[in-house]
């Protein structure tokens, strides 16, 4: 198959590489050099100023605001989330009424059913949710206040959105609410290829459900639970909750500064501010800390792959 | 597809803790009585997060059929009729239709660019042998994994400097880069499963490279292109950030853009109604779509985690 190969390959990869080399690759190469000049983005002129930047950024109360976040996104939600599918899913896989005759563990009636709709907000833009939530969020004429006075919790009337302390905490409820379906259905995949009879021989032993989940199932799961806790760290620092932020806390950012990320941080000072090298700097420290959290996953959650 | 089956009606609440025992057979009385304690806490629990899933979606389309006044003073209370005008006037005044058009042709210019492109990257990266292959994948495999938005300062200059900014094509073309990391990922992945000897027989037949992947490749990895497609799709319709930073026009505005601004803007105009329509409008098709398709989106969206 040599006739004609490299001609091919050429041609097959120019367009592809070509432009993601000048629309993804070669703007982040810029974007570093970028963090070491004074660059506004306004006007094309601009010179180097070495680590200003940087030293700029240390001393910025709100870069630290924003890293604080963005780090208890990066490991508040996949924690809870992940937790959270995890026991949806298990109910759903074992959680059943053993049936005569039937296997030992057996899922929930009707399993289909709730993976479905789990996965509702899955095919949903974050946006849409975002705006849905800002809504329910309203302190005067939201749902969510609504139900709490229709349940007679009257004096319960938090501000949500707008109180400094419940803002942040608020906007991350949205983004469980709307990835745990998606973990609920890559788990459920997962236990459902975990052969029965480990649970059966588990059960003849004695075990109980909860020593079950975290001898067996969990395990067997821990290739799909690690994936998932990076897949789902990246989101939290980046595209997930520059929306969620950007559209439902006020500012945007919050109540004194109560839910901004470093994502909507660079978006601002770059496209609000004007000050585009400041931005990236930002950008480049963004960057460091998904890196690390993806190392740090990987090299935690190392351990020996089990075969089944 | 099992979209009619519907739960057999439990009650919401968790079970007492220990649960009446039917029948005196099974195994033994004491695993039988923590089997059905189980079942029903496991049914309490899982009905509980269907019901807030649900919850906020019907709330939504109860909404967009009332009028401003009961959405603000009884958010729970049922419309008094059902106010269609708000559907309409969300459609023409709100703009809804352009948002609509314009994404339709953004996201499919996109998903036609991706899947061509992505496939032909990943049939050469998958099926020849030549240096720098593997520099390229990690490339862009890379791509994944780092934050979009430090690309997108610069970025926003070069596409303005090629004339490109608030334009449908360059939208498109940046679209279809940012959507290439995963989709090659993925599609090298599954060239790699498919037989070679069917490639070696056309090309043995006188078949160019070229024809071989066209006519031959591209069918065998049809089922691979349909989950990357869905995932594409989704990721494209659904697409905020990018969007918001490149396409700045109002009247090139995509879907989630114009939701957003329609409802920053309602700020003085408290057309409130009309954004809950507007939302719901955007909703339905997607989930619609999801509902019919339900099988292949679950595969597309989780086919990538689980590599």
Redesign the interface.
């Known amino acids: 198959?040599q006739h004609?190969?490299?001609r091919?390959?050429v041609?097959?990869?120019a367009?592809?590489?070509g432009?993601?080399a000048?629309?993804?690759?070669?703007?982040?190469i810029?974007?570093i050099y970028?963090s070491f000049t004074d660059w506004t983005?306004l006007s094309p002129e601009f010179k180097m100023v070495g680590l200003d930047n940087y030293r700029r950024m240390l001393d910025d109360e709100i870069f630290w605001k924003s890293l604080q976040h963005s780090l208890i996104f990066a490991v508040v939600l996949p924690l809870v989330t992940i937790s959270l599918a995890l026991?949806?899913a298990f109910?759903?896989n074992v959680?059943?009424?053993?049936r005569?005759g039937g296997p030992v563990i057996s899922g929930?009636?009707?399993s289909?059913?709730?993976?479905?709709?789990?996965?509702?907000?899955?095919?949903?833009?974050?946006?849409?949710v975002a705006?849905?939530?800002?809504?329910?969020y309203n302190p005067?004429?939201?749902?969510i206040n609504?139900?709490l006075r229709?349940i007679g919790l009257d004096s319960i009337q938090p501000l949500w959105l707008g109180d400094p302390d419940l803002a942040l905490w608020a906007v991350m409820a949205v983004l469980v609410?709307s990835t745990?379906?998606?973990f609920v259905?890559?788990f459920s995949?997962?236990m459902a290829s975990i052969p029965a009879d480990l649970y059966e021989a588990a059960l003849l032993d004695g075990a109980?459900?909860s020593t079950t989940f975290f001898r067996i199932t969990l395990p067997l799961l821990w290739d799909?639970v690690q994936?998932?806790w990076?897949?789902m760290g990246?989101l939290a620092?980046?595209?997930e909750s520059?929306?969620v932020v950007?559209?439902m806390t006020t500012g945007p950012g919050g109540p004194d500064y109560s839910t901004t990320v470093m994502?909507l941080y660079?978006?601002q000072k770059?496209?609000r501010d004007g000050q585009?090298a400041y931005?990236?700097t930002i950008?480049?420290a963004?960057?460091v800390v998904?890196?690390a959290f993806?190392a740090l996953v990987m090299r935690l959650g190392r351990r020996e792959r089990l075969e089944f | 597809m099992?979209?009619t089956?519907?739960?057999?009606p439990v009650p919401a609440q968790p079970g007492p803790r220990v649960a009446k025992v039917d029948a005196p057979?099974?195994p033994s009385p004491k695993a039988?009585k923590?089997?059905?304690a189980?079942?029903v806490?496991?049914?309490g629990?899982?009905v509980i997060?269907?019901i807030?899933?649900?919850l906020?979606?019907l709330?939504?389309v109860m909404?967009s059929f009332k009028d401003d006044a009961s959405?603000?003073?009884?958010?729970?209370s049922l419309p008094d009729r059902l106010h269609f005008d708000n559907w309409s006037r969300a459609w023409t005044q709100a703009n809804m239709s352009d948002y609509f058009l314009n994404t339709i042709l953004v996201v499919g210019g996109s998903l036609i660019g991706t899947l061509v492109?992505?496939s032909?990257?990943a049939?050469?990266l998958a099926r020849?042998d030549?240096p720098g292959n593997r520099f390229?994948y990690y490339?862009?495999i890379g791509?994944?994994?780092?934050?979009?938005?430090?690309?997108?300062?610069?970025?926003?200059?070069?596409?303005n400097n090629m004339g490109l900014l608030n334009t449908i094509h360059g939208l498109i073309?940046?679209y279809?880069?940012?959507s290439?990391?995963f989709t090659?990922f993925f599609l090298t992945a599954f060239f790699r499963t498919l037989p070679s000897s069917v490639a070696?027989a056309a090309?043995v037949d006188g078949a160019?490279?070229?024809r071989t992947?066209f006519q031959i490749m591209l069918p065998m990895a049809k089922p691979g292109l349909i989950s990357v497609g869905i995932f594409n799709f989704?990721g494209q319709?659904?697409?905020?950030?990018l969007p918001?930073?490149l396409n700045t026009d109002p009247d090139k505005r995509v879907?989630?853009?114009g939701?957003?601004q329609l409802?920053v803007s309602q700020g003085y105009k408290g057309d409130?109604s009309g954004l809950?329509a507007g939302?719901v409008m955007?909703?339905l098709p997607?989930?619609a779509?999801?509902?019919v398709f339900?099988r292949q989106?679950?595969q597309g969206?989780?086919a990538g985690?689980?590599k």
Do not use: C
């Open positions: 198959m004609g190969k490299y091919f390959i041609g097959f990869l367009l592809p590489l432009l993601y000048l629309f993804v690759v070669w703007p982040f810029q974007s970028y983005g026991f949806f109910m759903i959680g059943g009424r053993r005569r929930v009636r009707g289909s059913f709730y993976k479905i709709v789990y996965f509702f907000p899955q095919v949903l833009s974050i946006a849409i705006l849905l939530f800002a809504f329910a005067d004429s939201g749902a609504s139900i229709g609410w745990v379906g998606f259905v890559l995949a997962g109980n459900r799909t994936s998932g990076v897949y990246i620092l980046g595209a520059f929306a950007q559209i994502v660079v978006y770059a496209f585009a931005a990236t950008g480049v963004l960057l998904t890196l993806a | 099992k979209t089956e519907t739960p057999a057979h099974g039988k923590e089997g059905t189980l079942n806490f496991s049914h629990i899982l997060w269907a807030m899933v649900v906020p979606l709330w939504a909404t959405i603000f003073n009884s958010p729970w492109l992505g032909m990257a049939y050469v020849f030549f390229i490339l862009f791509g994944m994994s780092f934050p979009i938005m430090l690309a997108l300062v610069p970025l926003f200059y070069v596409v073309l940046v279809i880069a940012y290439l990391p090659v070696e090309f160019s490279h070229s992947f989704l319709w659904n697409q905020y950030m918001t930073v879907l989630t853009q939701l957003v409802a409130w809950f939302l955007a909703m997607v989930l779509a999801y509902i339900q989106v679950v969206l989780t985690a689980l």
